[in-house]
């Protein structure tokens, strides 16, 4: 599948697309201004490879938890593109994200984010689609009760974690690769009806 992925769900930024059997990347700061250009910078970043809006067949945008600003003005510019052009549009979270390369690996996998100096954990199963709701959950409780958990962080959040809970037993980190978005689509496993940023207070 042709697909182009947007991430501003953190103060970094991104693009992908794989199109023409080949993928091309941007990196970019998450920024009020750039946040308010994303559609230019997309367009700017089709035209930089040789490519257009006519190439992509669906849009994958992430929904967060994370940046509030930069969530919105990502899933805004991707629902005006797919109404356009007619683009199938998909939604990812992080959560999700970050456990996609231990899919059918490990009975139990849980993934923890940090949100505005909170965390909060998602259990997922081996069959991936029963997954519990999400929790806040203390750094304390972490550390008593997911010691010989399966745990994965993604790479771009373990400055924010407490070096404590790094240090615990089993904690893998994970690379956000937006290939495995492409994985998680076939395994229907993005949400495909009522895209909206995911909020966690």
């Known amino acids: 599948m042709n697909f182009l992925s947007i991430d501003f769900s953190t103060d970094v930024g991104s693009f992908f ?3 023409k ?8 700061q998450s920024d009020k201004l750039n946040i ?33 600003s930069g969530l ?4 805004s510019t991707a629902k005006g ?34 949100v505005r100096e909170k965390y909060f954990v998602k259990r997922f ?5 029963k997954s519990s709701k999400i929790k806040e959950i203390d750094k ?17 959040l373990i400055k924010f974690f407490d070096k404590k809970i790094l240090e ?12 495995d978005l492409e994985l998680l689509y076939l395994k229907g496993l993005l949400s495909k009806d009522l895209i909206k940023p995911l909020y966690l207070s």
């Open 168 to 179: 615990l037993k089993n904690i893998n980190i994970a690379n956000l690769d937006h290939n």
């Open 72 to 75: 919105r003005g990502s899933i």
């Open 140 to 156: 304390a409780e972490i550390i008593k009760e997911f010691d010989d958990k399966f745990k994965v962080i993604p790479k771009n």
């Open 125 to 129: 199963e081996n069959n991936i689609s």
């Open 81 to 114: 593109i797919c109404v356009s052009k007619n683009i199938k549009l998909y939604g990812f979270d992080n959560f999700t994200w970050s456990i996609a390369k231990f899919l059918g690996k490990k009975d139990y996998v849980y993934s923890f984010l940090k």
């Open 17 to 19: 697309v794989k199109a």
């Open 21 to 28: 059997n080949k993928s091309f990347s941007k990196i970019l």
């Open 36 to 68: 308010d250009l994303i559609m230019k910078l997309i367009l700017d970043f089709l035209e930089e490879n040789n490519l257009n809006l006519g190439h992509i067949e669906a849009i994958f945008v992430n929904k967060g938890p994370g940046n509030y």
